[in-house]
């Protein structure tokens, strides 16, 4: 059994980022999914890159822009997000708020190219 507020983890510094932070939420015997707690500071970004594996994110609050693929998103509190594996996306928080959001992911290998353009 496990019940532990969001809070109580540690959010670490989300690498070639600005202003973004990550706290893993899901116990680490848990051999199937993750959840992780993702954080943007008003004016905070994550530059565009690809996953190998789909992620499902849902709004806990704030707005930002995320652009998916082609498609861009004024993605707020409540949003559901789905992201394909293999599809470009990033985040900037642009609406003068912070921005977060869980994101569900798979314990499958991954990688992270950016993308450059």
């Known amino acids: 059994m496990f019940c532990k507020n969001s809070i109580d983890f540690e959010a670490n510094e989300i690498p070639k980022t600005v202003n973004a932070k990550i706290a893993v939420l899901t116990p680490s015997e848990d051999k199937d999914f993750i959840v992780r707690k993702v954080s943007l500071e008003n004016g905070g970004s994550m530059p565009n890159h690809i ?3 789909q992620h499902q994110q849902y709004v806990l609050k704030g707005e930002a822009k995320v652009i998916i693929g082609t498609e861009v998103y004024h993605a707020k ?15 900037e928080a642009c609406y003068n708020s912070e921005y977060e959001f869980l994101c569900m992911i798979t314990t499958k290998d991954d990688e992270i190219k950016l993308v450059t353009e």
């Open 77 to 91: 509190e409540g949003d559901f997000l789905y992201i394909p594996a293999g599809v470009s996306h990033m985040y």
């Open 51 to 53: 996953n190998e594996i």
